[in-house]
C-alpha cells in the first residue's frame, strides 16, 4: 500500500541500494529534517517490477546508521521524545533489515535509567510557573548535614536548570544543559555523592565543584 508523505518539504536521499537483495535499486528518504527541532520521518521506498515504487514508513527518529550485521546490511535509528514537554525521556535504538520489499524490524533496545537513591524530576514542576524552584534536600558530602538540589523548569524543552547549595553556605553550578532527571546515587567521589542526568550522564564533585564525569 502506498503510504502518503507526512512533509513534502525538505527530501533527501540518505541511502540508494539493493537493500533487500531483489536485484533491484531501493532507497532510504528522509523526509521534514529541514528543522533542528524536529526529528524527520524515514521511508523505505522499494524497487517494484513496474513503474512505480511503494513507499513503507519505517519511523520517525534521529537519524540512521547503516552496519553489516549477522551478514546482512541493516538500518539502525535513535529517537528520543524530546521536545516541549516535561515527560520522562525515553531513548530508543530499533535496527531494520529488509525483506522482499519491506523495512523489517529485527530489535529494539530501550535506555534505563541508572537507580537512584532520591530523583527531582521535570514531570514535579509546574509549567505555569516558570520561576518555581523545586529542591531535593540530601547529604551530599557527608557531613552529617542535608544539602539542597535545587532547581527551575527550562520550558522549552521541560529540562531541570539545576545548583546545589551546601549547608555550609557553599554553591556549586549545574555544569550541564539541563536535565529531565536528577538523582543521587550510592557511590561517593572523593567523599561527596555522584549525581545522574537523565539516564545515565555522571556528574561528579572534582574538587570545586558539580561537574559531568569525564570519558577516558
Known sequence: MQEPWPDVRCLSVFLENDLDGDGLTDALIESGGCSSYVQPTYFFVAGTMGARFAAQKVETGLGFTVETW????????????????????????????????????????????????????????????????????????????KDVLAGTLWSRWGRIFWHVRFADGRVSGGGTSGCKRLGVLAEKTMGYRDLVCDFDIRIQWDGRRYAPRVQK
Open 70 to 145: 549477522r551478514g546482512r546490511q541493516t538500518a539502525v535509528l535513535e529517537s528520543n521524545n524530546e521536545g516541549v514537554n516535561q515527560d520522562r525521556p525515553e531513548s530508543v535504538t530499533r535496527r531494520f533489515v529488509f525483506e522482499r520489499g519491506r523495512a523489517v524490524m529485527v530489535d529494539e533496545q530501550r535506555a534505563v535509567e541508572v537507580v537512584a537513591l532520591a530523583n527531582l524530576r521535570s514531570e514535579e514542576f509546574d509549567y505555569s510557573k516558570p520561576d518555581q524552584e523545586k529542591v531535593l534536600r540530601f547529604d551530599l558530602d557527608g557531613d552529617g548535614k
